[in-house]
């Protein structure tokens, strides 16, 4: 498609209730020229699409989820601003399409009210009509048409059914927009918005030509009547503060005065909007909607009193999850040796090509150490975000936020909380985004300051590689159960543990509160897509790939280039030249009959290039603020080495594996038959050993140590900075990292100093 045929394409918005198939349904019309981005000026995201239906060149823009379109948070205003054309550097709306739940039409129908209030031309598709079907419903769609004044497309969008038709509506929508229906409100609350709206005009009028809006919107002369009604019916004020920042002094008493004169009228705000949207439904759904003479037991009715029940359904759950971390090690194993022999084969190829020198070393020890070592783990982000696309997609992850409400009730928060947190398990960024769902600020930002306890993705290699180096390989139940996934699950569980700590401490200190209320909606079960579970997984990876090859490579580079200079010859290796020329002189002169004790010499040979490679690390400037900061990092179990790789992991936790590898790498072991059967990190860290006593740095105890570590402390510079713009404030960010990186250093202190009497070294 062309930019010219871009900037002429009709724009198509997608409304509707969560779990209605909405972004099914966007796939399915958009295709693969889809983008996701964020609006102009906030943090929502949106996501866009374009297609040609019948020589038009469409946008369509998949708009989130709502139950309403009464706005009470910024994400709903951006909605809201989008459909009346109020968001700025965005195409107005030509058409909206409504997207409904046929099982569930009387509450999905409510928001269609409100879309078509809004004046646009509306296409509404009734989706899911085969589980309409399947409960014995049957629905009239041509008199639900007539009724609502809009057309109504039957589509089945997981399956492409219905879609051609729905294509058609929408066209002729836009050739021949269908006149706005009936105002459903009484005659007296429409007086008050045609009063109210002229006097705004004035004020908006009035406004200074040089002054700005109130609002990121652009400025116009008149508001658009839907917004001039939903400023009279929230008495939360939210809107006024939205459209009027600079002049409530003038707006407030006049939608205080009107409010005041609907409840005289017998029409109280906000009540009057459910009472006059049901009643008009209910004129609207007689006789559209047969029902069978009784209720229908479906399939997930059945399902659900297992999943659901308060015993059964977290015993299942609990398994579910188990099943998923032990998969993540046993079904990734051979992929991930793959790509180990490759990374190894590529750095063997390297090294044979290119003379020695620190461009060689840049190449191998630096970048392709750091992201040959963390690309090895792209299989279990691969596995573990396919797991979990296929239990949002067939509806499970509803049913865990219904049983997490149980737990998180005495906590002070809601099972609503349970969608942002669950996020966390991918990245903190995009969950500390969606609490702006969460309706009241202290429920906002208690979620906010747990949310970095959830373990993210990028936490997953630093498990991966410990416990596959120090957790030994033992399994029960004929190997369904093994220790390596219960030790990967008990670190997800470590987050989980502290974080509900931490909100009950937070809701009992800080964020005093009632807890809030939760409700939520069931969707039917569903096969998976195969298509969706896909794309969401490569969606995952291409993002883990796309950090290993930018921010990892940049990091790890650094970390080389602090390992490697200033790479003085003549102060490191000026002690070992002297045995270095007496042992190549007793090789030259041993005969090659004599082959023990010529690998005897080869061997203290080796042993001797070590040692000058460790001299080299620890005159490097890494090796110098190593060794400064080691007698911190030291009652935790760890070496100047481990502690220079967590410094340089704040900004980022992923890179931390990388910047072992460069470490490692730079003063590796030249044993090639110790690392035959190993990955080369997992051989280096077994290999690893402290420099004044000799003994291996890693053990089981410090591995755990290092892991719980990674596991509460919050080193990722984007969490930080999204923290500051969702508070809009430096302090509760910097509160964030303080108590974050205290209870982290404290966890790893306790285990570390138990473990080693408890267990194995």
């Given at each position: 498609?062309?930019?010219?045929?871009?900037?002429?394409?009709?724009?198509?918005?997608?409304?509707?209730?969560?779990?209605?198939?909405?972004?099914?349904?966007?796939?399915?019309?958009?295709?693969?020229?889809?983008?996701?981005?964020?609006?102009?000026?906030?943090?929502?995201?949106?996501?866009?699409?374009?297609?040609?239906?019948?020589?038009?060149?469409?946008?369509?823009?998949?708009?989130?989820?709502?139950?309403?379109?009464?706005?009470?948070?910024?994400?709903?205003?951006?909605t809201v601003d989008v459909l009346v054309g109020r968001q700025?550097?965005?195409?107005?709306?030509?058409?909206?399409?409504?997207?409904?739940?046929?099982?569930?039409?009387?509450?999905?129908?409510?928001?269609?009210?409100?879309?078509?209030?809004?004046?646009?031309?509306?296409?509404?598709?009734?989706?899911?009509?085969?589980?309409?079907?399947?409960?014995?419903?049957?629905?009239?769609?041509?008199?639900?048409?007539?009724?609502?004044?809009?057309?109504?497309?039957?589509?089945?969008?997981?399956?492409?059914?219905?879609?051609?038709?729905?294509?058609?509506?929408?066209?002729?929508?836009?050739?021949?927009?269908?006149?706005?229906?009936?105002?459903?409100?009484?005659?007296?609350?429409?007086?008050?918005?045609?009063?109210?709206?002229?006097?705004?005009?004035?004020?908006?009028?009035?406004?200074?030509?040089?002054?700005?809006?109130?609002?990121?919107?652009?400025?116009?002369?008149?508001?658009?009547?839907?917004?001039?009604?939903?400023?009279?019916?929230?008495?939360?004020?939210?809107?006024?503060?939205?459209?009027?920042?600079?002049?409530?002094?003038?707006?407030?008493?006049?939608?205080?005065?009107?409010?005041?004169?609907?409840?005289?009228?017998?029409?109280?705000?906000?009540?009057?909007?459910?009472?006059?949207?049901?009643?008009?439904?209910?004129?609207?759904?007689?006789?559209?909607?047969?029902?069978?003479?009784?209720?229908?037991?479906?399939?997930?009715?059945?399902?659900?009193?297992?999943?659901?029940?308060?015993?059964?359904?977290?015993?299942?759950?609990?398994?579910?999850?188990?099943?998923?971390?032990?998969?993540?090690?046993?079904?990734?194993?051979?992929?991930?040796?793959?790509?180990?022999?490759?990374?190894?084969?590529?750095?063997?190829?390297?090294?044979?090509?290119?003379?020695?020198?620190?461009?060689?070393?840049?190449?191998?020890?630096?970048?392709?150490?750091?992201?040959?070592?963390?690309?090895?783990?792209?299989?279990?982000?691969?596995?573990?975000?396919?797991?979990?696309?296929?239990?949002?997609?067939?509806?499970?992850?509803?049913?865990?936020?219904?049983?997490?409400?149980?737990?998180?009730?005495?906590?002070?928060?809601?099972?609503?909380?349970?969608?942002?947190?669950?996020s966390s398990f991918a990245c903190a960024v995009p969950a500390?985004?969606?609490?702006?769902?969460?309706?009241?600020?202290?429920?906002?930002?208690?979620?906010?300051?747990?949310?970095?306890?959830?373990?993210?993705?990028?936490?997953?290699?630093?498990?991966?590689?410990?416990?596959?180096?120090?957790?030994?390989?033992?399994?029960?139940?004929?190997?369904?159960?093994?220790?390596?996934?219960?030790?990967?699950?008990?670190?997800?569980?470590?987050?989980?543990?502290?974080?509900?700590?931490?909100?009950?401490?937070?809701?009992?200190?800080?964020?005093?509160?009632?807890?809030?209320?939760?409700?939520?909606?069931?969707?039917?079960?569903?096969?998976?897509?195969?298509?969706?579970?896909?794309?969401?997984?490569?969606?995952?990876?291409?993002?883990?790939?796309?950090?290993?090859?930018?921010?990892?490579?940049?990091?790890?580079?650094?970390?080389?280039?602090?390992?490697?200079?200033?790479?003085?010859?003549?102060?490191?290796?000026?002690?070992?030249?002297?045995?270095?020329?007496?042992?190549?002189?007793?090789?030259?002169?041993?005969?090659?009959?004599?082959?023990?004790?010529?690998?005897?010499?080869?061997?203290?040979?080796?042993?001797?290039?070590?040692?000058?490679?460790?001299?080299?690390?620890?005159?490097?400037?890494?090796?110098?603020?190593?060794?400064?900061?080691?007698?911190?990092?030291?009652?935790?179990?760890?070496?100047?080495?481990?502690?220079?790789?967590?410094?340089?992991?704040?900004?980022?936790?992923?890179?931390?594996v990388g910047v072992l590898g460069v470490i490692y790498d730079?003063?590796?072991?030249?044993?090639?038959?110790?690392?035959?059967?190993?990955?080369?990190?997992?051989?280096?860290?077994?290999?690893?050993?402290?420099?004044?006593?000799?003994?291996?740095?890693?053990?089981?105890?410090?591995?755990?140590?290092?892991?719980?570590?990674?596991?509460?402390?919050?080193?990722?510079?984007?969490?930080?900075?999204?923290?500051?713009?969702?508070?809009?404030?430096?302090?509760?960010?910097?509160?964030?990292?303080?108590?974050?990186?205290?209870?982290?250093?404290?966890?790893?202190?306790?285990?570390?100093?138990?473990?080693?009497?408890?267990?194995?070294?």
């Amino acid at each position: 498609m062309t930019k010219a045929s871009l900037q002429t394409a009709c724009c198509v918005a997608l409304v509707g209730n969560p779990n209605t198939g909405k972004s099914t349904l966007f796939s399915a019309l958009a295709g693969v020229r889809q983008r996701t981005g964020n609006y102009p000026g906030v943090t929502v995201e949106k996501k866009v699409g374009h297609a040609i239906v019948d020589g038009q060149a469409f946008e369509f823009v998949d708009l989130p989820g709502a139950y309403s379109l009464a706005p009470r948070s910024l994400d709903e205003m951006v909605t809201v601003d989008v459909l009346v054309g109020r968001q700025p550097h965005e195409r107005p709306i030509d058409c909206v399409v409504s997207v409904v739940d046929a099982s569930n039409l009387e509450r999905n129908l409510y928001l269609v009210s409100q879309t078509l209030a809004i004046g646009k031309p509306v296409v509404v598709a009734l989706n899911m009509i085969d589980l309409a079907r399947a409960r014995g419903l049957e629905i009239d769609a041509a008199k639900l048409s007539e009724r609502l004044g809009a057309p109504v497309v039957p589509i089945q969008a997981n399956e492409r059914r219905g879609l051609d038709a729905l294509r058609a509506a929408i066209l002729r929508a836009v050739a021949q927009p269908t006149p706005v229906p009936a105002d459903p409100f009484p005659e007296a609350f429409r007086r008050e918005v045609d009063g109210l709206a002229e006097a705004l005009g004035e004020i908006v009028r009035s406004r200074p030509r040089d002054a700005p809006p109130a609002s990121d919107a652009p400025a116009t002369a008149s508001l658009p009547r839907y917004l001039v009604e939903r400023l009279l019916l929230d008495t939360s004020d939210y809107i006024e503060g939205h459209l009027f920042n600079g002049q409530r002094e003038q707006v407030a008493p006049l939608v205080r005065s009107a409010r005041e004169r609907l409840a005289e009228a017998g029409a109280p705000t906000p009540a009057i909007e459910a009472m006059s949207r049901y009643e008009w439904l209910a004129r609207a759904l007689e006789g559209v909607v047969t029902r069978p003479a009784t209720r229908r037991v479906t399939p997930t009715d059945r399902i659900d009193r297992v999943l659901t029940h308060k015993v059964w359904g977290m015993l299942v759950f609990g398994l579910m999850m188990l099943v998923v971390f032990t998969a993540v090690f046993v079904v990734a194993a051979p992929a991930m040796d793959a790509i180990s022999d490759g990374v190894e084969a590529v750095a063997q190829a390297i090294e044979s090509r290119m003379s020695a020198g620190a461009l060689r070393s840049m190449v191998v020890q630096g970048a392709l150490a750091g992201v040959g070592g963390v690309l090895v783990f792209l299989p279990q982000i691969l596995i573990l975000f396919f797991f979990i696309a296929v239990l949002e997609d067939c509806g499970y992850m509803a049913r865990a936020a219904y049983l997490m409400d149980r737990l998180m009730t005495p906590l002070g928060l809601s099972g609503k909380s349970f969608i942002p947190l669950l996020s966390s398990f991918a990245c903190a960024v995009p969950a500390i985004m969606a609490t702006r769902v969460l309706e009241h600020r202290r429920d906002r930002l208690a979620t906010i300051l747990v949310a970095p306890l959830m373990s993210c993705s990028a936490r997953l290699p630093v498990y991966a590689i410990l416990i596959q180096a120090f957790v030994p390989e033992r399994s029960w139940l004929f190997g369904l159960v093994r220790l390596q996934g219960l030790t990967l699950l008990a670190m997800y569980l470590v987050g989980v543990v502290v974080a509900a700590g931490v909100a009950l401490a937070l809701r009992r200190t800080l964020l005093r509160g009632p807890t809030p209320p939760f409700v939520l909606e069931l969707p039917t079960y569903k096969w998976p897509q195969a298509g969706v579970v896909v794309g969401r997984m490569l969606e995952r990876g291409w993002s883990f790939v796309y950090r290993a090859g930018t921010l990892i490579l940049a990091v790890t580079i650094l970390v080389w280039a602090a390992g490697y200079f200033p790479h003085d010859r003549d102060q490191v290796e000026a002690p070992f030249d002297a045995r270095r020329a007496e042992l190549n002189a007793k090789l030259a002169a041993t005969p090659p009959a004599d082959a023990l004790a010529r690998e005897a010499i080869e061997a203290q040979l080796a042993t001797l290039d070590n040692e000058t490679l460790a001299a080299y690390q620890r005159q490097s400037f890494l090796g110098r603020a190593g060794q400064w900061i080691e007698p911190v990092v030291r009652p935790l179990g760890w070496d100047w080495r481990i502690g220079s790789a967590v410094i340089a992991s704040f900004p980022a936790r992923e890179v931390v594996v990388g910047v072992l590898g460069v470490i490692y790498d730079l003063g590796r072991k030249l044993d090639a038959e110790a690392d035959e059967d190993r990955s080369r990190l997992v051989g280096q860290l077994r290999d690893a050993r402290w420099d004044d006593t000799g003994a291996p740095v890693y053990n089981l105890p410090v591995a755990l140590s290092i892991m719980v570590f990674f596991a509460l402390c919050c080193q990722c510079a984007s969490t930080l900075a999204v923290i500051r713009r969702e508070t809009n404030s430096w302090g509760w960010p910097a509160f964030t990292f303080a108590y974050m990186t205290g209870l982290a250093y404290l966890g790893s202190l306790a285990v570390y100093q138990i473990g080693r009497l408890v267990l194995p070294v």
